[in-house]
């Protein structure tokens, strides 16, 4: 599996760019509003020194010769609304697991969709990944249609596998492998 360095990729509406270190107040935002908070395991950060810890690790591993983790900005309309992510797992395995998180503000408008399905792109054809996995709460409904409009398929429940603010939840898991992406 090649290890690629990104720069940007962009989609009909979308720009997906490396994070930097001038997007803390963006990150910052996103990751203190409750409403994109509900079902992320990182929970809202007591201030920005926090939130400026995660993007200095997120900035890092963009630097790493053996990248395994891909956190990109998202972009519509030139302003920041969200972030997606890949973490990649054992190199034999050829498999990655896809993560995202839009602004509140720019929900039901499609960008989570796009957003993940150009990663999906980028995964099978850039870093030849042979799977591709995501989880979310059984309670995140935008979520799951986001997973299955990019065509992934809920392969089983896992219980009280997610650490949310509320107590532990329980996952869908779903995954796309390359051919039923290429098709």
Same mark, same amino acid.
């Given at each position: 599996?090649?290890?690629?360095?990104?720069?940007?990729?962009?989609?009909?509406?979308?720009? =997906?760019?490396?994070?930097?270190?001038?997007?803390?107040?963006? @990150?910052?935002?996103?990751?203190? =509003?409750?409403?994109?908070?509900?079902?992320?395991?990182?929970?809202?950060?007591? #201030?920005?020194?926090?939130?400026?810890?995660?993007?200095?690790?997120?900035?890092?591993?963009?630097?790493?010769?053996?990248?395994?983790?891909?956190?990109?900005?998202?972009?519509?309309?030139?302003?920041?609304?969200?972030?997606?992510?890949?973490?990649?797992?054992?190199?034999?395995?050829?498999?990655?697991?896809?993560?995202?998180?839009?602004?509140?503000?720019?929900?039901?408008?499609?960008?989570?969709?796009?957003? @993940?399905?150009?990663?999906?792109?980028?995964?099978?054809?850039?870093?030849?990944?042979?799977?591709?996995?995501?989880?979310?709460?059984?309670?995140?409904?935008?979520?799951?249609?986001?997973?299955?409009?990019?065509?992934?398929?809920?392969?089983?429940?896992?219980?009280?596998?997610?650490?949310?603010?509320?107590?532990?939840?329980?996952?869908?898991?779903?995954?796309? =492998?390359?051919?039923?992406? #290429?098709?």
């Amino acid at each position: 599996m090649p290890i690629v360095i990104t720069s940007k990729f962009k989609t009909p509406r979308l720009i =997906l760019r490396e994070l930097s270190l001038h997007d803390l107040d963006s @990150v910052h935002e996103l990751h203190s =509003l409750p409403e994109t908070d509900e079902f992320n395991t990182l929970g809202i950060p007591q #201030n920005k020194q926090e939130t400026l810890s995660i993007l200095q690790q997120w900035v890092a591993f963009q630097q790493s010769n053996t990248r395994k983790n891909y956190t990109l900005a998202v972009e519509f309309e030139q302003h920041f609304v969200g972030l997606v992510g890949l973490h990649l797992g054992a190199l034999k395995m050829r498999n990655g697991e896809v993560w995202y998180k839009i602004h509140s503000n720019y929900w039901g408008r499609g960008i989570a969709t796009e957003a @993940v399905s150009e990663v999906l792109r980028f995964a099978f054809h850039d870093l030849v990944l042979h799977r591709i996995e995501a989880g979310c709460a059984i309670e995140n409904q935008r979520s799951i249609k986001v997973l299955e409009k990019i065509g992934m398929t809920s392969e089983g429940r896992k219980r009280k596998a997610l650490p949310l603010k509320t107590g532990w939840a329980d996952t869908w898991e779903y995954a796309i =492998l390359e051919d039923e992406f #290429n098709n």
